[in-house]
């Protein structure tokens, strides 16, 4: 009955048409010239090939202005060598004037996702993303969005959403671009291996024919840092098989990025069907769950586990979360690796089709 015109799928075309209106729109009404890009908290390669797109399409497609910036650091060897080999330009969020801009175009994320910090009063003025929305358990009219709205979970990467509107604009990716959208479908799909669509498909191979095919091997396998190798020893020593599962509650880590890090590694052990790792960083505790290729539900799955605390987001094969942990940090950081251990060992008990684990399970498998 209601809201059924906003179910009818839009056209590429018109998915253009709306976005360029909706900036113009904006442009008249603050007479300002530029658009902030901004994506979730240490972007990875989606994120930033998505921003890296539509900064290109706001530009070249719409003649206006567009800066990206981003939040937090990049620690990732291979997103730090994506910045580096593509020459990206991203601008600090939290150390930029906001006043100067229009307002926002949200890519690869959604206002209410705990990872994304939206400047002071800058309207959200369009959000294009592939992530699960949260679920809406209050009054649905006062959630409704003011902004333009692409959401198309069925997607496997947002950097091919903006792919799709740079070709329906009838704009060519230079080298650079097609080379960070392509890293973002790559990385979002396992080159393509699950999560894919025909538009993700096309995104990937012509990104990649377009792109320096150099940069991008140097991207995917760049040279790590020291701290790589013994948090890596770390979380050898410290996950656990159980069943067709690797637990990894490394404690305080590196960075919060060695978590997904981890978690990408250890899911690729034979015959495992996900992987969690978990592991503090600056007062806050970080999640990350794979599952295998094949699998998919990583978002339902972190959403059980995790109970309603904290926050977390993600789609078929990868979700994130975040907890903050309460003082003192030491107590805060044993209690919640053990509640998920419980909490895990208990999901995972259930189905098998008992209540409990059994001890061997329970105590799980070393690794190494
Ligand atoms: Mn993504």
Redesign the pocket.
């Known amino acids: 009955m209601e809201n059924e015109v906003s179910e009818i799928e839009l056209t590429p075309k018109q998915r253009v048409a709306a976005l360029r209106e909706t900036l113009e729109k904006a442009r008249d009404e603050s007479g300002k010239e530029r658009v902030l890009i901004l994506t979730h908290r240490s972007p990875?390669p989606?994120?930033m090939g998505?921003a890296v797109g539509m900064k290109l399409l706001i530009e070249e497609a719409f003649q206006m202005r567009a800066t990206i910036a981003t939040v937090g650091r990049i620690h990732r060897a291979e997103n730090q060598a994506m910045v580096r080999e593509l020459e990206l330009d991203f601008s600090d969020s939290e150390k930029m004037d906001h006043s100067k801009f229009m307002g926002l175009v949200l890519v690869?994320t959604q206002p209410s996702f705990g990872h994304t910090t939206i400047p002071g009063d800058l309207p959200v003025l369009a959000v294009i993303?592939?992530?699960e929305p949260p679920s809406i358990d209050v009054d649905p009219d006062a959630q409704e969005a003011t902004h333009l709205e692409d959401i198309r979970v069925g997607v496997g990467?947002?950097?091919s959403m903006v792919f799709e509107y740079l070709c329906e604009a009838g704009i060519q990716p230079d080298a650079r671009t097609a080379g960070a959208i392509f890293c973002?479908v790559r990385?979002?799909t396992g080159d393509l291996a699950e999560g894919v669509t025909d538009l993700d498909q096309r995104a990937w191979f012509d990104c990649f024919r377009r792109a320096d095919q150099g940069a991008l091997q140097r991207i995917q396998r760049p040279s790590l840092p020291a701290a790589y190798f013994s948090q890596l020893a770390i979380a050898l020593r410290s996950a656990r098989q159980h069943g067709n599962m690797v637990l990894g509650l490394l404690g305080e880590v590196v960075n919060p990025e060695a978590v997904s890090e981890m978690a990408d590694f250890f899911v690729r052990l034979e015959d495992c069907r996900w992987s969690l790792v978990g592991g503090s960083y600056e007062g806050d505790y970080y999640l990350s769950l794979r599952t295998s290729v094949g699998e998919s539900g990583a978002y339902n799955l972190l959403g059980v586990i995790l109970e309603g605390k904290g926050s977390f987001g993600g789609?078929g094969r990868?979700a994130g979360g975040r907890l903050a942990l309460d003082d003192p940090i030491d107590t805060s950081l044993r209690e919640i690796e053990r509640e998920i251990r419980e909490r895990v060992l208990l999901i995972i008990g259930r189905g098998a089709g008992s209540d409990e684990p059994d001890s061997e399970m329970r105590l799980g498998r070393p690794l190494a």
């Open positions: 990875d989606d994120a998505a690869d993303d592939h992530h990467a947002t950097s973002g990385y979002d789609h990868i």
